[in-house]
């Protein structure tokens, strides 16, 4: 006589099914809540309070402060020991593209593939920016590329602000040389931190900042489009009205 209805095996393998599809799930929506908040759990009604304007303590009395060029930085720097980072890193990322630049475009951090070959955004996020850029008429060699943090945090992690306090000024320096005429932020934990600020990605790409003195507009991280297609539209929309703005600076 056949059996019509489930066996408890079959019972139990569906429920394990649901489970994970459930964890799955929850998974990615919590991954999404960080790429737009951050690691802190916010109230349903989204609104946040932003940490009061931190003034930067300025450059360190060291000898790489004076260096004019981007290469001359660069190698006064590359050996930096200042965190626990540089003991762990394979490569030290100090940044790529056009040293007179019109656009700056920062990270927060290399990952695996940029740690092995010395350059930022080299893995999928990266090939994924050189469309994003091409689509806006860059090549990836007209724009500067670089990262809050010069070395890998261990598993991809968030920069911690002892990281953020030794490795920013590297940046400040290399910004310094380049004299942007725009800056893009490349999702919410560089955007926080050169704006010394705790708002969510959501309301840091409603309008133009300022940085000192430059305009910086701020996207979505391309990792984070990899993760979440449906932001590729309004990184779509970030984007041309950062080449719009862009092209007003340069006609200036």
């Known amino acids: 006589m056949s059996n019509d209805h489930p ?20 998974q990615q ?22 940490k009061k304007e931190i003034p930067s303590a300025g450059y360190p009395k060291e000898p790489w402060t004076g260096k004019a060029s981007l290469q001359e930085l660069n190698s006064a720097i ?3 020991q200042k965190c626990p980072l540089g003991a762990t890193r394979n490569k030290f ?20 593939d940029e740690d092995a070959q010395g350059e930022p955004f080299v893995g999928r996020a990266g ?7 091409e689509a806006i008429n860059f090549k990836r060699e007209d724009v500067y590329i670089c990262n809050i943090l010069k070395c890998r945090p261990p598993n991809n992690r968030d920069p911690q602000p002892a990281e953020v306090e030794q490795c920013e000024p590297y940046l400040w320096k290399q910004l310094e040389i380049i004299k942007p005429k725009i800056i893009l932020c490349l999702g919410r934990i560089s955007a926080q931190v050169l704006l010394k600020t705790t708002d969510s990605l959501t309301k840091l790409r409603e309008g133009v900042h300022d940085y000192r003195g430059i305009p910086l507009m701020v996207t979505y991280h391309p990792a984070a489009l990899l993760r979440n297609p449906n932001w590729k539209r309004p990184t779509w929309e970030d984007v041309q009205r950062m080449r719009k703005m862009y092209d007003e600076l340069k006609s200036k």
């Open 7 to 26: 066996s408890s095996e079959d019972d139990h393998e569906h429920v394990a099914q649901e489970f994970a599809q459930l964890v799955t799930g929850v």
């Open 78 to 80: 590359c050996e930096c």
């Open 93 to 112: 990322v100090f940044g790529v593209g056009n040293p007179h630049a019109g656009l700056v475009l920062v990270g927060e951090a290399p990952g695996a």
């Open 29 to 50: 929506y919590l991954m999404q809540e960080q790429d737009l908040f951050g690691n802190i759990i916010y109230p349903a009604d989204g609104h946040l309070e932003s």
């Open 127 to 133: 090939q994924l920016l050189n469309k994003i850029l």
